[in-house]
Nanobody
Framework: QVQLVESGGGSVQAGGSLRLSCVASGYSNSKYCMAWFRQVLGKEREGVAGIKTRDGTTLYADSVKGRFTISQDNAKSTLYLQMDSLKPEDTAKYYC??????????????????????WGQGNQVTVSA
């Protein structure tokens, strides 16, 4: 059973940076589509960034392109989300997710929540003006 444990959330002022980490355990192979989603209370959970672990292909939501960077450290089984130039509208609970079908990480498919088999517990990020 895959388990995802996130860390690194917190509070920061607008323009600041934070890095989220997601440690994965229980993987059976190295071919997954992994992603970060975020959710504001009362709104839909939305995709932020995705990465195909097999070849490192990355995908981003338009709202975070150029500010956020998704990356992986295979040796540590860890997924990262580096968030720079943060804005108050980035405030949300951030979730790490993993899909066994790694071709989910393609075009606009990666934002489909139902495609992910495993989810982390979520980590709050708060950006003040």
């Amino acid at each position: 059973q895959v388990q995802l444990v996130e860390s690194g959330g917190g509070s920061v002022q607008a323009g600041g940076s934070l890095r989220l980490s997601c440690v994965a355990s229980g993987y059976s192979n190295s071919k997954y589509c992994m992603a970060w989603f975020r959710q504001v209370l009362g709104k839909e959970r939305e995709g932020v960034a995705g990465i195909k672990t097999r070849d490192g292909t990355t995908l981003y939501a338009d709202s975070v392109k150029g500010r956020f960077t998704i990356s992986q450290d295979n040796a540590k089984s860890t997924l990262y989300l580096q968030m720079d130039s943060l804005k108050p509208e980035d405030t949300a609970k951030y979730y790490c997710a993993a899909a066994r079908w790694d071709n989910l990480c393609y075009s606009h498919r990666w934002v489909i929540k139902a495609g992910y088999n495993y989810w982390g517990q979520g980590n709050q990020v708060t950006v003040s003006a």
